[in-house]
């Protein structure tokens, strides 16, 4: 049973190549908690701009008139992978962690796999 | 000692006691007209506004803690001031699960307390949430929020009367196809309940439901419904009493002031253009 700091830590610590992690409320853009990240790396405005992500791809979906969910969204850049995972929660609870992973170090399945079980502890 | 305590200036308003408050690293309660700021050594550590659900609503309205959990907890660690410890403890809720819903209904009931930043009417020293500690934010970041909460809302629409008064539906434009959340907002809307008690029909968090209810406004479908007062008494007044807008099939769709409809519509058209 975790709370929302030791579940960041875990991030960390237990997925490979990962270099920081947030958790965000994508309605308000607002980092509920960060950790890692570093003077070249502002976590919070990460955390800000992902929010533009996020709630750009749930509108697209909208006007597609999908009705399907995002269960986490993977942009790759040359030296890192970014990986947004939407909180689920009853009735959508609005939020998504936001974890940054080294590309070489990482590898992706796996960091999937732990952060849904991660996840879990963070649900209501 | 410079805390201040029982009854405040009411010049003040309560954003800036909150910063002294801070300064000082105050422990105690900060009434408004509005709701109630906990300190614990200068940081927020909850806040209760009387138009946003609590904890309590969000946590069994969702399902995720059946009621009787819920008072259970109240019995036995309320007096202490432990009832969110106790929650944890007594396996009815994961620690993370908890500090989140906590954290939603504190920074909702923050931009309530304090978006409109009325005055502080009172500092009692000393009292405790019988929540207990959770996790604390600092008073800046509340204020921070608080604020940026309040502009995005104007963003969306710029009528705050849609955060705090009955809501009613525009009869007329089409409500079909509108996303799944907004589409069970829509729902609840009936002329009589206000944002937050639709909030709580939906077990979600307020602020989310106040940006999908501008976002409504902004469609046009959904309007604050008038106050009673300011009708004028020589118009003939039967037909102009505002009742429930969506009950009337009339070609009025709003019960307020004859000019309204133009207004709106010209806000909708700022709105649309600013879109662009």
Redesign the interface.
């Known amino acids: 049973?975790?709370?929302?700091e030791?579940?960041l830590k875990e991030c960390l610590s237990s997925i490979d190549g990962a270099t920081a992690v947030a958790?965000v409320?994508y309605?308000?853009?607002?980092a509920?908690g960060t950790l890692g990240g570093s003077k070249d790396f502002n976590l919070e405005v990460a955390a800000a701009g992902n929010t533009d992500v996020v709630r750009s791809k749930?509108r697209t979906m909208?006007h597609l008139?999908l009705?399907e969910e995002i269960e986490d969204i993977l942009i790759t850049l040359n030296t890192q992978y970014h990986l947004i995972r939407l909180l689920k929660?009853?009735?959508?609870?609005?939020?998504f962690l936001y974890l940054v992973l080294d590309g070489s170090r990482a590898n992706l399945a796996m960091a999937r796999h732990q952060l849904r079980r991660i996840e879990a502890?963070?649900?209501? | 000692m410079t805390t201040p305590t029982g009854t405040l200036r009411t010049d003040e308003p309560a954003s800036a006691v909150l910063g002294t408050l801070a300064e000082q690293g105050a422990t105690g309660a900060l009434s408004t007209e509005t709701g109630i700021v906990y300190l614990a050594a200068g940081h927020v550590v909850h806040v209760e506004s009387a138009v946003t659900p609590d904890l309590g609503d969000l946590l069994t309205h969702s399902g995720a803690l059946a009621p009787d959990g819920w008072w259970e907890a109240i019995d036995q660690a309320g007096r202490r001031c432990r009832v969110g410890r106790q929650l944890v403890d007594s396996g009815h809720l994961a620690a993370g699960a908890l500090e989140l819903c906590h954290l939603g209904a504190l920074f909702d009931a923050a931009y309530f307390v304090l978006a409109h930043d009325g005055p502080a009417l009172r500092f009692r020293p000393g009292a405790a949430h019988w929540l207990g500690a959770v996790r604390s934010v600092p008073v800046e970041t509340v204020l921070r929020e608080s604020r940026r909460r309040r502009e995005l809302l104007h963003r969306i629409w710029p009528e705050p009367s849609v955060d705090r008064a009955p809501l009613a539906r525009v009869p007329g434009p089409d409500a079909a196809d509108l996303p799944a959340r907004r589409g069970r907002t829509l729902a609840q809307v009936d002329g009589v309940r206000t944002a937050a008690q639709i909030a709580t029909a939906l077990a979600c968090r307020t602020f989310h439901t106040l940006v999908e209810l501008r976002r409504l406004a902004a469609a046009g479908l959904v309007t604050p419904v008038a106050p009673l007062l300011p009708v004028p008494t020589s118009a003939p007044a039967p037909a102009s009493a505002p009742a429930p807008v969506f009950a009337e099939p009339g070609p009025s769709p709003r019960p307020a002031a004859p000019d309204e409809p133009e207004t709106a519509l010209l806000r909708r058209l700022l709105h649309a253009l600013e879109a662009l």
């Not at chain 1, 309605?27 to 607002?30: Q, R, Y």
């Not at chain 1, 929660?89 to 939020?95: Q, V």
């Not at chain 1, 502890?121 to 209501?124: A, M, R």
């Open positions: 049973m975790a709370n929302t030791t579940a958790l409320d309605t308000s853009g607002m509920l749930l909208e008139g009705k929660g009853r009735g959508g609870s609005g939020l502890d963070l649900e209501v």
